[in-house]
């Protein structure tokens, strides 16, 4: 299944990072990027560049991440958004903000 596939994004010094489809495709951005009703060479090679840096690219895979596994289904012991937030270094914080604007609310619980 097309949900199943690895989707590589890209940071703007050089990193890659590898997560699902259904986990990239909660950024609005990102799912219009690898739309297969699209001709965009993203969706063609399922490879996502954002032009931060690999920190703050991180952190929006891994909130991605998060808010998959947190809103799919079945039942899972509830976690406090605090234990993701406290992970965030203050010195990406408006990065992450900033990355999280363009990418159409992959972290709207923090705007």
């Given at each position: 299944?097309?949900?199943d596939d690895w989707v590589k994004i890209t940071s703007s010094d050089g990193y890659s990072?590898?997560?699902k489809r259904n986990v990239a495709t909660i950024?609005?951005?990102l799912k219009n990027?690898?739309?297969?009703?699209?001709s965009f060479k993203e969706a063609i090679a399922n490879t996502c560049p954002i032009s931060e840096r690999a920190a703050v690219v991180e952190k929006v895979c891994e909130?991605?991440?998060?808010?998959?596994?947190y809103e799919g289904p079945g039942s899972k012991e509830g976690v406090d958004v605090n234990e993701f937030?406290?992970?965030i270094p203050p010195e990406v914080a408006l990065e992450l903000l900033?990355?999280?604007d363009y990418l159409e609310g992959v972290l709207n619980s923090f705007i």
């Open positions: 299944e097309k949900q990072f590898l997560v950024s609005g951005t990027m690898l739309s297969e009703d699209s909130y991605m991440s998060f808010k998959a596994y937030t406290e992970r900033l990355a999280a």
